[in-house]
C-alpha cells in the first residue's frame, strides 16, 4: 500500500482560463486542520499575470482535511494572492509552493478580506524533482504498477529517474535496486513480484545543467497476489420484516492480480449445510476482474420463516488461492416479525424487541441495548434494560444512526393510533438532534413524524422539528406521544434518526417502553418508579410513582399500586387528578421495610374504562445494589446515584482545586461531614477501597469509614489526623457481599478545607468485551477506512492506544491492512483487540447497479469508449474531473438502458482524470490515463 498520499478529501471548485504555455506548475496547499470541515465558503483567488483563478474547499469528496491542487506559471509571473473570508476563519490555512516544493507564503488562520493578501514574481527551479504530493501510484498489479505525476519545469528539458527494490529499499545504502529512466509523466513499471513491498524513490536528471535533483520517497505499495479470491457481501437475503423462502446472492471480488474463473461457492446457516448440490449448482462459471466484484445466485434457497437471527456462513473455493483468510463471510440476517397485535407494548426486558441499529452516514454507531450505566442515563425507566446511545457512556461525533423498529400491520386499523415512548434526552443543543421517521413502503421512502395539536411533549424545538438538549424535559426522563399520522391502514415501520455534530458529545437518548395502541378517552400510562435514599432493605424508604395520563379527557378517581416480592398488594387513591398529556409522581404513605432482599416492586395504576392496559405497569429493579468496579471523580457535579451526602458538602470545583471534587468546609460554625456511597454487591475480603484526599488549611480533621448494611456497621478504617494523599482501605463486606461505605469526618481545631476525588474500588473483567465496527476501504490504494472501538465492559472513561500511535476511539483515514489497538479503563484495566481493513464493495453504489460500467482503452492517447448495460432505462450522466477535483466536461444522456459513448481526451494533457458516471441510486468513479 502506499503509505503517503494525501486523502482525497475536498471538493475544489476553481474558476479559470483556458490552458496556456508555461515553465512550470506551483502548488497550493489547502488546509483544515481543525474542524476538518473544508473552509466555510471562504474563497481564495490566485491571479497569475492578470489571469484569475478562485479555489475553495468543502468537505464534499471528503472529511475537508487537506488537498492540494497546482496552477501553471511563466518565469516573471507576477502572482498575487487575494482572500474572501467565510465563517470560522481560525481554522483555514493555506500554502503556496513552488515547484521545488519550497515554500513561499503561508497563511495560518485565512487572512484579512483583501485582494492583494500576499504577491511574489514566479521564479521556475530549472533543476527540480516533481511535486511530492502530485506523485500517484495506481493499478497496482501482482507483476506491476503505473505511477504519475506533475511534470518538473518544462525549460530544463528533464529525464526522471525511478529507482526502486524490495522492502525498504534506500539507494543511498543499498545496490540491489533497479532503475529506469523516462521523459513520461506516466508510466506502467513492468516485472515485479507477486505479493512483495516495493519502495520507489523519485529524481529528475536536468540535461541542462547536467545535474540531478533530490529524491522524492519513499513510496511503497505491495503487488497483488496472482490468485486470491473471496466473499465480499451478502446481497440477498438483507435483515428484514416477514422473510420468507430467500435467494442467496453473494458477491464475490478478486483480490488478486489476475482474473480467475470457474471455481465453487458454499454456504451453513447456523452451521448447517446450505443444501448446494454441484454441479448443478455451486460452481462460478464466470470471470472476476481484478479489483472487480461479481454477483452469483445459487439455485437453493433460505428458509428463513421463523422471526430470529439466521448466521450465513459464506465461502469460495478457488485452487491455489494465496490467502485464504479472505475466503469466507460470516453475516447475520435477522427474520424481524411483523407485529399484528395491538395494542403494542415493549419494554425491551427480555430481548431488544427486534429493533435494530443501524449506521446512516459514515461515522459510528452508539445505539446499544442492555443496562444503561452512564452518569446521567444511569437506569432504565421501566425495569433494567433500553436501548440508549452508549450504554456506559457518550455518544459519538459526527454520528449519523439509526434505531429501526420491526414492521407493524395496521391494514385493520381505520384511525391512525397513537405512538408513545418513555425517552431520556442529554444531547448538545443547536448541535445535536434526534426526531422519529415513519415508512409505509418497507423504507423506500421516510417521512417525519411531526408535531401536532395531539402531540404530548413532541420535539421542543418546533421549529426543526427534532429533541435537543434536554428535550425539554427537565433533566429526566418522560413520556412522549404522539398520533401517527397516515398509518391507519398500511404497514409502518419506525426509526429513531440520530445526528450529532463535530464538537461535545453528551450520553444522548435512551428509548423505552414503546407502545402502539388506540388513541381514547382514557389511558393512563406508567413511566417510572424510584426510591427514596435509604437503607439497602428499604427501612424509612418510601416508593415514588410517576404515571402519565395518554387519554384526551382529566382522568381523576384512579388508584395507585404495588407489591413488593409479589406479595401483598398495597393500594392508594391518587389525590387530584391529570389534565392530558399531564404527568404527575406519587409518593406513597408508608415507607417500606422488611430487612429482606427484595426481587424488585412492581407498581401500576389503576381507572376505569382504560382502554390500554398493558402500558399501566413498571417494573422496578431494586436500585440499591450497584455492580462493580466503580469509579467516581464527580467531574459531571452531580452526586452520583444512590449515595447521599450532608447538606452542607459540596460537590464542585472551587478556587484554587484543579478538578471537581466533592469537599466541605471545617470551622467554628460546620465540623463534620457526612457521606455515604451507593450499596455495591459481590464485594470480597480481597477488594480494596482507594480515594485521593486534598486539603487547604492548618485545621486537623478526623476520619472514619464503616461499612454499612441496614443497622449494621463495622469501622474498617480510622485516622485521628487527616493528611493529604492517595488512601488504599481493606474492604470487610457482609456475610452476602453487600456494603455501603460511610466516611465520617469531624473537625478537632483550627479551620480547613478537606477535598474527595477519585474514590473507587478496581475490579478488572475478564475482558474489556472489545469490538471493531470497521468501514473497508474502497479500493487497494484508498485511505478511506475507518475503525471505531467499542467496549463492552469495564469502567469509563477509556483510553485507546492503536498501532499506529493514535488514541482515539475512532480512527478515519485507514489503509488496507492489520489494526491492533490497546484499550485501558479508568481503573487500569486492558485488553487488546486485532483486526484487518480489507476491500468493500463501493458505497456510492452498494446495490452494484453500475457494476458493468467499463471504459477502453485505459490507458488512452485521446479517444475513450465508455460503455454500460443496465437492466432497466435510467438517466445517466458523465462528468470528467482533474486531479483537482475541477470539472472539465459534463455529458447528459438522457434516460437510457444501454450506453456507448465516446470520449475524446486529445484536447486535454497527459495526466490522471477521474470519469465519474451518475444516475439517479448510484455513481460511480473511475481513474483514467491520458497518456
Known sequence: MLNRLLPLFFLLICFASGLRAQDCRYQLLMEDLVSEDG?????????????????????????????????????????????????????????????????????????????NVFSFTAACVDCAPPPAASIVFSRVRFNSAEVNFQPSSSAADPVYLFEYGTG??????????????????????????????????????CRASDDTTVRRGPFQIVTQKEKDVGIAELMSPMTGCDLGSEEVTIGIRNYGGAPQQFFNVDFTINGNGGGVSRPADGIFTGVVGVDSIEFFTFDVRAFLTTPGDYEFKLWTEL???????????????RHVPVITEFPYVENFENNDGFWRAERAGRGPVSWQWGTPQGTFINRAPQGSRAWVTNLRGNY???????????????????????????????????????????????????????TSPADIRWYN????????????????????????????????????????????????????????????????????????????????????????????????????????????????????????????????????????????????????????????????????????????????????????????????????????????????????????????????????????????????????????????????????????????????????????????LERESGEVTVDFDNINIVRCPESLSLTADVIAVTDRLATDGAATIFPGAGTPPYTFDWNTGDTEQTLDGLARGPYQVVVTDVL????????????????????????????????????????????????????????????????????????????????????LYFLQLRTVDASRTLRVIRR
Open 168 to 205: 525498504d529499499y534506500d539507494p543511498e545504502v543499498s545496490t540491489n535496486g533497479e532503475s529506469l529512466t523516462t521523459q513520461d509523466t506516466f508510466l506502467r513499471i513492468n516485472d515485479l513480484e507477486s505479493d512483495v513491498l516495493y519502495t520507489f524513490w523519485l529524481s529528475t536528471i
Open 319 to 333: 485452487e491455489g488461492d494465496q490467502d485464504p483468510t479472505n475466503d469466507t463471510l460470516s453475516i447475520i440476517v
Open 396 to 450: 459519538f461525533n459526527n454520528e449519523e444512526s439509526y434505531l429501526i423498529s420491526p414492521c407493524f400491520d395496521l391494514t385493520d386499523m381505520e384511525e391512525d393510533p397513537l405512538f408513545s415512548a418513555i425517552m431520556y434526552i442529554e444531547t448538545e443543543e443547536n448541535f445535536d438532534e434526534v426526531y422519529l421517521e415513519m415508512t409505509t413502503d418497507r423504507g423506500e421512502n421516510w417521512r417525519r413524524v411531526e
Open 461 to 744: 424545538d418546533r421549529g426543526n422539528q427534532w429533541w435537543e438538549g434536554d428535550g425539554g424535559f427537565g433533566n429526566g426522563p418522560s413520556m412522549v406521544a404522539q398520533l401517527l399520522s397516515g398509518a391507519a391502514g398500511n404497514e409502518i415501520q419506525l426509526r429513531y434518526v440520530f445526528s450529532s455534530g463535530r464538537s461535545d458529545v453528551l450520553e444522548g437518548v435512551l428509548v423505552d417502553a414503546v407502545s402502539i395502541g388506540e388513541r381514547a378517552e382514557i389511558n393512563l400510562a406508567a413511566l417510572q418508579a424510584g426510591l427514596d435514599a435509604g437503607c439497602i432493605a428499604f427501612d424509612n424508604s418510601n416508593l415514588n410513582f410517576t404515571v402519565v395520563n395518554l387519554g384526551t379527557t382529566i382522568a381523576s378517581d384512579f388508584t395507585v399500586n404495588y407489591t413488593l416480592n409479589g406479595t401483598d398488594i398495597i393500594s392508594e387513591p391518587f389525590p387530584g387528578s391529570l389534565l392530558p398529556g399531564e404527568q404527575s409522581t406519587f409518593t406513597f404513605t408508608d415507607p417500606l421495610n422488611g430487612g429482606a432482599f427484595p426481587d424488585g416492586i412492581t407498581a401500576w395504576v389503576s381507572i376505569a374504562g382504560d382502554v390500554q392496559l398493558n402500558n399501566d405497569t413498571t417494573f422496578l429493579s431494586f436500585p440499591g445494589i450497584m455492580e462493580l468496579p466503580f469509579y467516581e471523580d464527580f467531574e459531571n457535579g452531580q452526586l452520583p446515584d444512590s449515595w447521599a451526602l450532608d447538606g452542607d458538602a459540596v460537590i464542585g470545583q472551587r478556587a484554587g482545586s484543579p478538578s471537581v471534587t466533592l469537599y466541605d468546609t471545617f470551622n467554628d460554625t460546620d465540623s463534620t461531614m457526612l457521606f455515604f456511597t451507593a450499596t455495591y454487591g459481590d464485594l470480597s475480603a480481597q477488594d480494596t477501597l482507594r480515594f485521593d484526599v486534598a486539603l487547604e488549611g492548618d485545621g486537623i480533621v478526623s476520619l472514619r469509614i464503616d461499612v454499612d448494611f441496614c443497622d449494621v456497621s463495622t469501622d474498617i478504617f480510622e485516622i485521628d489526623t487527616l493528611v493529604a494523599g492517595t488512601y488504599a482501605v481493606a474492604v470487610t463486606p457482609s456475610a452476602n457481599g453487600l456494603a455501603r461505605f460511610g466516611f465520617y
Open 39 to 115: 473552509w466555510n465558503g471562504g474563497e481564495l483567488t490566485i491571479t497569475v499575470a492578470g489571469v484569475p483563478s478562485t479555489y475553495t474547499l468543502t468537505e464534499e469528496l471528503g472529511e475537508g482535511r487537506s488537498f492540494s491542487v497546482f496552477f501553471d506559471v511563466n518565469n516573471g509571473d507576477e502572482v498575487v494572492l487575494g482572500y474572501a473570508r467565510g465563517p470560522f476563519p481560525e481554522e483555514t490555512s493555506f500554502s503556496i509552493l513552488n515547484n521545488a516544493d519550497s515554500l513561499i507564503f503561508r497563511a495560518d488562520t485565512a487572512p484579512e478580506n483583501s485582494t
Open 828 to 911: 487500569g484495566c486492558t485488553d487488546t483487540i486485532r483486526f484487518d481493513i480489507d476491500l468493500t464493495v463501493d458505497t456510492d453504489d452498494p446495490e452494484g447497479i453500475l457494476a458493468d460500467l467499463q471504459v477502453f482503452p485505459n490507458p488512452t492517447s485521446g479517444m475513450l469508449l465508455v460503455q454500460l448495460q443496465l437492466e432497466e432505462a435510467a438517466p445517466l450522466s458523465i462528468i470528467l474531473m482533474d486531479v483537482t477535483g475541477r470539472q472539465l466536461r459534463v455529458l447528459d444522456f438522457g434516460r437510457n438502458v444501454r450506453l456507448d459513448a465516446p470520449l475524446d481526451l486529445s484536447a486535454y494533457p497527459a495526466g
